[in-house]
Nanobody, 119 residues
């Protein structure tokens, strides 16, 4: 059983920052080293925001490059998303997800946390 719980969402003014956290609860942490953050804005499809692979490599959506940073605290089993320079287009529900293979599909998802950016 894998449980992902996001936290850290909220409301912020444009230009502000937030740090999202995703706490991972599983007996098999070694199996879920490949994780990512996704978001879904109202009326839009879910999109991948940032991905972290097992060797620490990261990839980002073009829309967040240079502003967002994904990281992981392996000891605490927490995945983070540091978001700086937020703008209204970043308003969405943010989800963390985990997969067993860094080339496979994401199979475990959190419940999401709302991020709202006002101008």
């Amino acid at each position: 059983q894998v449980q992902l719980v996001e936290s850290g969402g909220g409301s912020v003014q444009a230009g502000g920052s937030l740090r999202l956290a995703c706490t991972v609860s599983t007996m098999y942490s070694i199996m879920y080293q490949c994780m990512g953050w996704f978001r879904q804005a109202p009326g839009k499809e879910r999109e991948g925001v940032a991905h972290l692979n097992s060797n620490g490599g990261t990839t980002y959506a073009d829309s967040v490059k240079g502003r967002f940073s994904i990281s992981r605290d392996n000891a605490k089993m927490i995945l983070y998303l540091q978001m700086n320079g937020l703008n209204a287009d970043d308003t969405a529900i943010y989800y963390c997800a985990a997969r067993r293979s860094c080339t496979g599909d994401y199979i475990h998802w959190g419940q999401g946390t709302q991020v709202t950016v006002s101008d």
